[in-house]
């Protein structure tokens, strides 16, 4: 393994090291401590129930926003192989969470994304295998269905990207080969075509050599969970491999990526970025059944949020319960904003900074 310049020094990573773990404390702590029947917020944060969902409709996970409209994904318990006759519900809100509509699809939903270049909500369904996507016109709620071919990974496809006029899916579920290892791409690119099927190529390695952030020596990675993806406020992709507590940062063809190594053992799932200083977090609540809305008077603007399945007990240290926290970019350390919640997955940062 050749070695880069580290971008943190070693005292810091272990300034941060020691916070994660003092954030940890305080939050199963606090959380055993209170025994309390919902969600706990750190100081300057609080938090209330943004939305509750329609009648029929259960388990809410990805959220989409465009203009003053809330787009939330229910997969309704569905086979996430599409199997069992799995339907979802791609319900609009409005700010206020109002339904305003709500559409079926055929599948188990787990990514939602808004096309910028031409405004149509993409909405993945089936992340295991059998995978679907339907896109939906925002203003009139036309639906169009897509369907994939052979998968070049052997799973389903999970989220979406948009850079530079492609649309980049996260290939989930891969098939690994004896070894353990994913042969297969981690991300592709996709390009709907006229007949309703979908093109896809492989852009981005299972088996990525990636620098390490907080370190920066080079490492041969495994990813054998590609899930949530993102873009970084400088337009990096980022990519959460979930079962291997890693993100991957990556600025796309022919470019290196780097990897996040995330502190606690913590998995993940979906990230944000505080586009402004003035707004909220939306959480979806998976098991919960419930969309939280999370509040402060100010936003440090840039800043990563994360949502986290919790750590489990471990040599005689306590649960974490899941947990949304700001995730340090350096560090890979979260620390908790609000605690004490059953599964937090889909996030979505509102600005109401032009109210």
Request: aromatic share 6%; no cysteine; proline share 8%.
């Given at each position: 393994m050749r070695r880069i310049r580290p971008l943190v020094s070693s005292s810091r990573i272990l300034n941060r090291t020691t916070l994660a773990f003092a954030a940890f404390c305080f939050a199963a702590g606090g959380a055993?401590?209170?025994?309390?029947?919902?969600?706990?917020?750190?100081?300057?944060?609080?938090?209330?129930?943004?939305?509750?969902?329609?009648?029929?409709s259960s388990a809410p996970d990805s959220i989409a926003v465009i203009d003053n409209h809330i787009w939330i994904a229910y997969a309704n318990g569905g086979a996430p192989d599409g199997s069992g006759n799995a339907q979802?519900?791609?319900?609009?809100?409005?700010?206020?969470?109002?339904?305003?509509?709500?559409?079926?699809?055929?599948?188990h939903n787990d990514g939602l994304k808004v096309n910028p270049y031409n405004r149509e909500i993409w909405a993945v369904q089936n992340e295991d295998a059998n995978a679907n996507l339907v896109t939906i016109d925002s203003?009139?709620?036309r639906t169009t269905r897509y369907v994939f071919g052979k998968p070049p990974h052997g799973g389903g496809y999970d989220?979406?990207?948009?850079?530079?006029?492609?649309?980049?899916?996260?290939?989930?579920?891969?098939?690994?080969?004896?070894?353990?290892?994913?042969?297969?791409?981690?991300?592709?690119?996709?390009?709907?075509?006229?007949n309703g099927t979908i093109e896809v190529s492989a852009v981005f390695s299972g088996m990525p050599a990636a620098a390490n952030i907080p370190f920066g020596n080079v490492t041969r990675l495994n990813l054998t969970d590609p899930d949530s993806m993102t873009t970084t406020p400088s337009g990096d992709i980022l990519l959460d491999d979930q079962g291997d507590g890693?993100?991957?940062?990556?600025?796309?063809?022919?470019?290196?990526p780097q990897y996040l190594p995330l502190l606690g053992n913590v998995q993940i799932d979906d990230t944000v970025f505080a586009s402004s200083r003035k707004g909220y977090l939306l959480v979806s609540d998976t098991k919960a059944n419930k969309i939280y809305k999370i509040t402060s008077n100010v936003w440090q603007k840039d800043a990563a949020f994360s949502a986290s399945t919790g750590v489990p007990a471990a040599n005689g240290v306590p649960a974490v319960p899941a947990y949304v926290g700001q995730l340090d970019m350096s560090?890979?350390?979260?620390?908790?904003?609000?605690?004490?919640?059953?599964?937090?997955?889909?996030?979505?940062?509102?600005?109401?900074?032009?109210?």
């Open positions: 055993a401590a209170q025994t309390p029947s919902g969600p706990v917020t750190t100081p300057g944060f609080t938090i209330s129930v943004f939305a509750s969902p329609p009648a029929g979802s519900q791609i319900v609009e809100y409005s700010r206020d969470g109002n339904v305003l509509r709500s559409i079926t699809v055929a599948g203003s009139t709620g989220d979406i990207v948009f850079k530079d006029g492609q649309a980049y899916l996260s290939a989930s579920n891969p098939t690994l080969d004896a070894s353990g290892h994913n042969n297969g791409p981690s991300i592709v690119r996709a390009i709907l075509e006229s890693q993100l991957i940062v990556w600025r796309g063809p022919g470019t290196e560090s890979g350390a979260l620390l908790p904003l609000a605690t004490n919640m059953v599964s937090p997955h889909g996030m979505a940062f509102i600005s109401t900074e032009d109210q």
